[in-house]
């Protein structure tokens, strides 16, 4: 049998295609316009391209995009201009990084709710001022305390209700994070207990095998090849029990695309 040929290739071309996004000289190969040294800017912060973070938050890419940049918009006779939600500096506007992407998460759950853009960007502001963090939506007090805060924070431009019920699933979340300093850290998306993380610090933040460090895309590719949970999880010497929860990850972003 020469499956493991098979694997092995496979597992050479994904790790060019969806691992590291950068060049043995450090430079991102994704993104050529952004020329710097691996060290700097996103180091331990996590990067990823606005596509990949909408398939991750499960959205669509123009409409992550709107929240993490702002847009214009045609008016009668010129153009308007509405501000992003995020309140970093967003100097790299191409990519996010873990906390953004986790802020967008927070901003995804408020509108689902029907909050306004409008409203969410004023609250991020009030919000940040308050906590004295540019992630106001990743910080640890928003789950100790967040009911408080939208309550006090949010008058008059979120109802208490709306805030209340937001707040309500965003605490649901504690299970899967992990704080440092009083922001997120890592998250552990599903349940608090999975095997799947995502971890600034490792891979530059991409879905991983915890303890494993592998891509959990790079396997889930590999699977859709070999269609046969054994061989790829002997390949990579991991359980079959890893792998399947890895699959079960991926599939619920292909499902919400």
Do not use: C
């Amino acid at each position: 049998m020469l499956w493991w040929i098979v694997a092995l290739f496979w597992g050479l071309i994904l790790g060019i295609q969806g691992g590291d996004p950068y060049n043995e000289a450090g430079k991102l190969k994704v993104f050529p316009s952004l020329v710097m040294d691996r060290s700097q800017t996103f180091s331990h912060q996590g990067i990823y391209s606005l596509p990949e973070a909408a398939r991750l938050l499960r959205v669509s890419t123009s409409k992550l995009t709107n929240w993490a940049n702002g847009y214009t918009y045609q008016r009668k006779y010129d153009r308007g201009e509405k501000a992003a939600v995020l309140q970093t500096d967003r100097n790299y506007p191409r990519v996010l990084n873990f906390r953004e992407l986790f802020e967008l998460m927070a901003v995804r759950e408020f509108r689902k709710l029907g909050v306004q853009l409008e409203d969410l960007r004023r609250a991020a502001q009030r919000l940040a001022a308050t906590l004295g963090t540019e992630y106001p939506f990743a910080s640890e007090k928003m789950f100790l305390n967040g009911r408080q805060l939208v309550a006090e924070q949010g008058e008059g431009l979120i109802s208490l209700s709306t805030g209340q019920l937001v707040m309500q699933d965003i605490e649901l979340l504690k299970p899967e994070l992990e704080f440092r300093d009083g922001l997120v850290a890592r998250w552990h998306p599903g349940t608090g207990e999975g095997s799947v993380v995502l971890d600034p610090e490792i891979k530059f933040g991409d879905p991983i095998l915890e303890e494993r460090g592998i891509p959990t895309r790079t396997l889930f590719r590999l699977y859709q090849v070999e269609q046969d949970l054994e061989k790829v999880a002997d390949y990579y010497q991991i359980s079959v029990e890893e792998l399947t929860h890895v699959i079960r990850f991926e599939r619920s972003l292909k499902d919400a695309a």
